[in-house]
């Protein structure tokens, strides 16, 4: 089992930038993809990026496209989550995931990970 912990919430002012961190133990972290996912309050948690474990490759969703980048640096087991011009509708609590299977990359579907972050606030006011 790998442990999440993430950083880098607040408020921001619509057009603003914040940058998440979320810093992994318990395992290898370079084995496996790392995801970013969002819940707003009296909403599913959705999807906002990926990163495969293997090159690099991301994976966004259409809403952050644009504005949100998505890196990991494997030497200090940490993704991040750039996020830039910042708009109201983004506000919610951000989540780190992990997948169970390593050596695996594409997934998408919160089902898919099963290890997960704490959370942090992002609040975006106009």
């Known amino acids: 089992q790998v442990q999440l912990a993430e950083s880098g919430g607040g408020l921001v002012q619509a057009g603003g930038s914040l940058r998440l961190s979320c810093a992994a133990s318990?395992?290898?972290?370079?084995?496996?993809?790392m995801g970013w996912f969002r819940q707003a309050p009296g909403k599913e948690r959705e999807f906002v990026a990926s990163?495969?474990?293997?090159?690099?490759?991301?994976r966004y969703a259409d809403f952050v496209k644009g504005r949100f980048t998505i890196s990991r640096d494997n030497a200090k087991n940490t993704v991040y989550l750039q996020m830039n011009s910042l708009k109201a509708e983004d506000t919610a609590v951000y989540y780190c995931?992990?997948?169970?299977?390593?050596?695996?990359?594409?997934?998408?579907?919160?089902?898919?990970?099963?290890?997960w972050g704490q959370g942090t606030q992002v609040t975006v006011f106009s």
């Open positions: 995931a992990a997948p169970n299977r390593k050596f695996y990359t594409g997934y998408t579907d919160p089902v898919d990970f099963g290890s």
């Open positions: 318990g395992r290898t972290f370079s084995n496996y993809d």
């Open positions: 990163i495969s474990w293997v090159g690099g490759a991301t």
